[in-house]
């Protein structure tokens, strides 16, 4: 048989002394507790984290039921904390917090303390909002720093959904072990930052860790390069892909590193449209893979040549290489960023100050010479003494005028804020028209109204070619061609403003005229023709073998071009037609239709002479413009003008800026 071995003799009895000892122990607690409630009947601890713990084990030094309020004194503060949580209260004193946050501040008061995993608890995840911020908010600087974490894509996900597991204050910052957010020890310092938000998001962080180039500087030690605090903002973290303030402010985020490739960018359409607010236009983060971000020359990297096909086709659709290869950080005033766009702006830039250079000294000269003619009392007025008025335009060129000038206006005013974006008068502009895509939706509009009158023209110069039979029109005093009498003129012009001869005899067209007509023929050439590239850049990448280079130089074009047309209409072409003196304030005659007899002989003698001996200034003859008809131009004539003056004026403002 088996033999039991038998327990020693003595063991059942000192297990009954343990047993009996316990019991005592527990009766007597429970006897502490009694007595302390019958006086604190208002003291509840079942329900706190506390519930275990007896009062004596706090209050040591009351060694009699019957004890005065002077004993508890020296048991308040953190000491009796530390009686039981000596660790915590240790790293609590080595932290920022140090003497001057003790535990009652953070945890609340010890009869009431709940434990940390309690939704009521101030250091629940969503009570640490509210303790923090009872603190901090009052902090020089830190004002508005729990605000934004409420609003932000960690406070929504915390307090508005409801996940406990969302980022808190001790999250990032640590619980008791909490140092200035630069201290090495700091969970958000540069070294442990990368780590402390990778706790959650592992994919990211190891995507940017072991691909991306800044990852790979981080590993190298390199303290310069950008980790996630870097681009993501620390208590305003939106989410890039659906917050819009978040994802225009991507680009702001890598300027701060990438200084000159921001300013190129910014100096491109994309960059302009969202500083302007389009949210759709390429940030950095659409070219360059934000975690995965290599160089150009890694065939890993979406700006690699094998890749950009797919990545400019993300936004773009099918695109051709040509298409692809534009460069949206090219510098056009550099020739070894591209030499045949540096070509072909700095061409640009010659056209611009000649233009503006020989018609600022034309028009001031002009200004002065006009001014002491208008005190001589040698021009006539607008007005006919006689109330005899010429005929000069018929209804279809009214009516084209006025397209020209409803179309040019609407260009220019959706034009100037992109190409100004930085201007501070730019978004109010892009706002009155409803936002950048409405602003967009209406320069195009008034695209199409531009080749629209153009193509009108056209038509009728054709038809007065080919069907009329029309003699002179590409010849002779009623052509729009410049002839030798026009060069003649120019010089006769200037020896007038110099007071050095008489103002030359004016025909049909004057020299300043002809300059406007053919600017239109020239601005629909450049102005147009590279306005469509850059409005349909597959299409035209497709039918004709071009480079990328060639739409970076369209835009340049477009651009500079429609800077000279904006600048010559509301300076130069206003002046000669509406603010020199002998016309100020507002030539009506393009409204009309018609001229005083009187201004037109003076004006225009030579036409003058021609029709009277030709027989044909009788036929011309028409009735003067009706008072109601002449507040109507004026009203609309101020406003076409002030808004002209207007851009020009933003013109000047946004060029002195930049």
């Given at each position: 048989?088996?033999?039991?071995?038998?327990?020693?003799?003595?063991?059942?009895?000192?297990?009954?002394?343990?047993?009996?000892?316990?019991?005592?122990?527990?009766?007597?607690?429970?006897?502490?507790?009694?007595?302390?409630?019958?006086?604190?009947?208002?003291?509840?601890?079942?329900?706190?984290?506390?519930?275990?713990?007896?009062?004596?084990?706090?209050?040591?030094?009351?060694?009699?039921?019957?004890?005065?309020?002077?004993?508890?004194?020296?048991?308040?503060?953190?000491?009796?904390?530390?009686?039981?949580?000596?660790?915590?209260?240790?790293?609590?004193?080595?932290?920022?917090?140090?003497?001057?946050?003790?535990?009652?501040?953070?945890?609340?008061?010890?009869?009431?303390?709940?434990?940390?995993?309690?939704?009521?608890?101030?250091?629940?995840?969503?009570?640490?909002?509210?303790?923090?911020?009872?603190?901090?908010?009052?902090?020089?600087?830190?004002?508005?720093?729990?605000?934004?974490?409420?609003?932000?894509?960690?406070?929504?996900?915390?307090?508005?959904?409801?996940?406990?597991?969302?980022?808190?204050?001790?999250?990032?910052?640590?619980?008791?072990?909490?140092?200035?957010?630069?201290?090495?020890?700091?969970?958000?310092?540069?070294?442990?930052?990368?780590?402390?938000?990778?706790?959650?998001?592992?994919?990211?962080?190891?995507?940017?860790?072991?691909?991306?180039?800044?990852?790979?500087?981080?590993?190298?030690?390199?303290?310069?390069?950008?980790?996630?605090?870097?681009?993501?903002?620390?208590?305003?973290?939106?989410?890039?892909?659906?917050?819009?303030?978040?994802?225009?402010?991507?680009?702001?985020?890598?300027?701060?590193?990438?200084?000159?490739?921001?300013?190129?960018?910014?100096?491109?359409?994309?960059?302009?449209?969202?500083?302007?607010?389009?949210?759709?236009?390429?940030?950095?983060?659409?070219?360059?893979?934000?975690?995965?971000?290599?160089?150009?020359?890694?065939?890993?990297?979406?700006?690699?040549?094998?890749?950009?096909?797919?990545?400019?086709?993300?936004?773009?659709?099918?695109?051709?290489?040509?298409?692809?290869?534009?460069?949206?950080?090219?510098?056009?005033?550099?020739?070894?960023?591209?030499?045949?766009?540096?070509?072909?702006?700095?061409?640009?830039?010659?056209?611009?100050?000649?233009?503006?250079?020989?018609?600022?000294?034309?028009?001031?000269?002009?200004?002065?010479?006009?001014?002491?003619?208008?005190?001589?009392?040698?021009?006539?007025?607008?007005?006919?003494?006689?109330?005899?008025?010429?005929?000069?335009?018929?209804?279809?060129?009214?009516?084209?005028?006025?397209?020209?000038?409803?179309?040019?206006?609407?260009?220019?005013?959706?034009?100037?804020?992109?190409?100004?974006?930085?201007?501070?008068?730019?978004?109010?502009?892009?706002?009155?028209?409803?936002?950048?895509?409405?602003?967009?939706?209406?320069?195009?509009?008034?695209?199409?109204?531009?080749?629209?009158?153009?193509?009108?023209?056209?038509?009728?110069?054709?038809?007065?070619?080919?069907?009329?039979?029309?003699?002179?029109?590409?010849?002779?005093?009623?052509?729009?061609?410049?002839?030798?009498?026009?060069?003649?003129?120019?010089?006769?012009?200037?020896?007038?403003?110099?007071?050095?001869?008489?103002?030359?005899?004016?025909?049909?067209?004057?020299?300043?005229?002809?300059?406007?007509?053919?600017?239109?023929?020239?601005g629909m050439m450049i102005i147009g023709g590279s306005g469509l590239m850059l409005w349909f850049p597959n299409f035209f990448t497709q039918i004709l073998p071009l480079p990328g280079w060639v739409l970076n130089a369209a835009y340049v074009v477009h651009s500079e071009e429609a800077l000279l047309a904006t600048?010559?209409?509301?300076?130069?072409?206003?002046?000669?037609?509406?603010?020199?003196?002998?016309?100020?304030?507002?030539?009506?005659?393009?409204?009309?239709?018609?001229?005083?007899?009187?201004?037109?002989?003076?004006?225009?003698?030579?036409?003058?002479?021609?029709?009277?001996?030709?027989?044909?200034?009788?036929?011309?003859?028409?009735?003067?413009?009706?008072?109601?008809?002449?507040?109507?131009?004026?009203?609309?004539?101020?406003?076409?003008?002030?808004?002209?003056?207007?851009?020009?004026?933003?013109?000047?403002?946004?060029?002195?800026?930049?």
């Amino acid at each position: 048989m088996a033999r039991h071995r038998s327990l020693p003799a003595f063991l059942p009895g000192l297990l009954a002394v343990v047993a009996l000892a316990l019991t005592a122990a527990n009766a007597s607690a429970q006897e502490r507790e009694i007595n302390c409630m019958a006086c604190h009947d208002d003291v509840h601890f079942d329900s706190t984290a506390h519930a275990e713990v007896a009062c004596k084990d706090c209050h040591t030094n009351v060694t009699r039921p019957r004890h005065k309020k002077e004993d508890l004194a020296d048991l308040t503060g953190d000491a009796i904390c530390a009686q039981c949580h000596t660790m915590a209260t240790r790293a609590v004193g080595r932290s920022v917090h140090g003497e001057k946050v003790g535990c009652m501040d953070c945890h609340g008061d010890a009869h009431t303390m709940l434990k940390n995993d309690d939704l009521l608890s101030p250091m629940s995840p969503v009570g640490q909002v509210r303790t923090c911020g009872d603190c901090h908010a009052g902090l020089p600087g830190q004002e508005q720093m729990i605000d934004s974490f409420v609003h932000s894509v960690h406070g929504r996900g915390l307090l508005r959904s409801g996940l406990v597991g969302s980022p808190t204050c001790s999250t990032c910052h640590g619980g008791h072990r909490v140092f200035p957010v630069e201290d090495e020890r700091s969970p958000t310092s540069f070294q442990n930052s990368p780590k402390m938000c990778g706790d959650c998001h592992a994919y990211v962080y190891e995507e940017w860790l072991n691909v991306s180039a800044h990852g790979e500087a981080y590993k190298a030690g390199n303290t310069e390069t950008a980790t996630c605090i870097d681009c993501h903002s620390s208590h305003e973290i939106m989410d890039p892909v659906l917050d819009r303030r978040e994802r225009l402010g991507i680009v702001d985020q890598c300027g701060d590193c990438h200084g000159k490739y921001y300013d190129l960018y910014r100096g491109d359409f994309h960059g302009k449209a969202t500083n302007l607010g389009l949210v759709v236009s390429a940030t950095c983060a659409d070219c360059h893979h934000p975690h995965a971000t290599l160089g150009k020359d890694d065939p890993r990297s979406t700006i690699h040549e094998s890749n950009l096909q797919a990545t400019c086709g993300d936004c773009h659709g099918a695109v051709t290489m040509g298409f692809a290869t534009y460069n949206p950080h090219i510098n056009p005033n550099d020739p070894e960023s591209h030499f045949y766009v540096f070509l072909i702006a700095m061409a640009m830039h010659a056209l611009i100050i000649g233009v503006f250079g020989f018609f600022g000294i034309h028009a001031l000269l002009w200004l002065q010479r006009g001014i002491v003619g208008h005190m001589r009392g040698e021009f006539i007025g607008h007005h006919s003494p006689s109330n005899t008025y010429v005929r000069r335009f018929k209804k279809r060129d009214i009516n084209m005028h006025l397209l020209i000038i409803v179309t040019f206006l609407l260009l220019a005013a959706t034009g100037l804020p992109l190409k100004f974006s930085y201007a501070p008068w730019a978004q109010t502009v892009v706002d009155l028209f409803g936002g950048v895509e409405n602003t967009m939706l209406l320069h195009r509009l008034a695209a199409i109204g531009t080749f629209g009158y153009f193509v009108w023209h056209l038509l009728i110069l054709a038809q007065r070619f080919f069907i009329k039979k029309e003699k002179g029109l590409f010849w002779g005093p009623n052509s729009m061609t410049p002839q030798l009498k026009d060069g003649k003129d120019i010089v006769a012009m200037f020896k007038y403003f110099l007071y050095k001869g008489p103002r030359p005899e004016g025909d049909r067209w004057t020299y300043w005229e002809k300059f406007d007509y053919l600017a239109v023929f020239w601005g629909m050439m450049i102005i147009g023709g590279s306005g469509l590239m850059l409005w349909f850049p597959n299409f035209f990448t497709q039918i004709l073998p071009l480079p990328g280079w060639v739409l970076n130089a369209a835009y340049v074009v477009h651009s500079e071009e429609a800077l000279l047309a904006t600048g010559f209409i509301f300076l130069f072409h206003f002046f000669h037609t509406h603010l020199r003196p002998e016309s100020f304030p507002l030539d009506p005659v393009i409204f009309t239709g018609s001229q005083p007899i009187e201004r037109f002989k003076e004006e225009r003698p030579l036409e003058y002479q021609r029709m009277v001996e030709e027989g044909t200034l009788e036929q011309n003859i028409v009735p003067a413009p009706t008072p109601e008809q002449m507040r109507k131009i004026h009203f609309w004539g101020f406003v076409a003008v002030a808004i002209g003056l207007a851009c020009a004026v933003g013109i000047f403002t946004a060029l002195l800026i930049y």
